[in-house]
Nanobody
Framework: QVQLVESGGGLVQPGGSLRLSCAAS????????MDWYRQAPGKQRELVAA?????????YYEDSVKGRFTISRDYAKNTVYLQMNSLKPEDTAVYYC???????????????WGQGTQVTVSS
């Protein structure tokens, strides 16, 4: 099995920064995608940023976080980070790490989710 363990959430003031981490462990052959979603109370879960490896390497950012958030990966440690700068109150949400992982050679990708970490931006 695979587990994703998140860390780095907390309470910050507007304009502050946080760095989220998500480490994957278990049966991992290759990771196609590692990305971050967030969900605020009463709102739909939305994709924030993605790091896609299959077929090359590319990143995606939701429009509202472009220029403020940066997603990065440590491939050796199966870890993804989300550096969040210039945080705004509207960034307040539970942030969830997600990964699509091939468990063994010849297998297909499977989806895994972290436990979520609370990010609160408030004065």
């Amino acid at each position: 099995q695979v587990q994703l363990v998140e860390s780095g959430g907390g309470l910050v003031q507007p304009g502050g920064s946080l760095r989220l981490s998500c480490a994957a462990s278990g049966s991992i052959f290759t990771i196609y995608v590692m990305d971050w979603y967030r969900q605020a109370p009463g709102k739909q879960r939305e994709l924030v940023a993605a790091a896609i490896t299959r077929g090359g390497s590319t990143t995606y950012y939701e429009d509202s976080v472009k220029g403020r958030f940066t997603i990065s990966r440590d491939y050796a440690k199966n870890t993804v980070y989300l550096q969040m700068n210039s945080l705004k109150p509207e960034d307040t949400a539970v942030y969830y790490c997600h990964a699509n992982i091939v468990n063994r050679s010849g297998g297909q990708g499977n989806d895994y989710w972290g436990q979520g970490t609370q990010v609160t931006v408030s004065s």
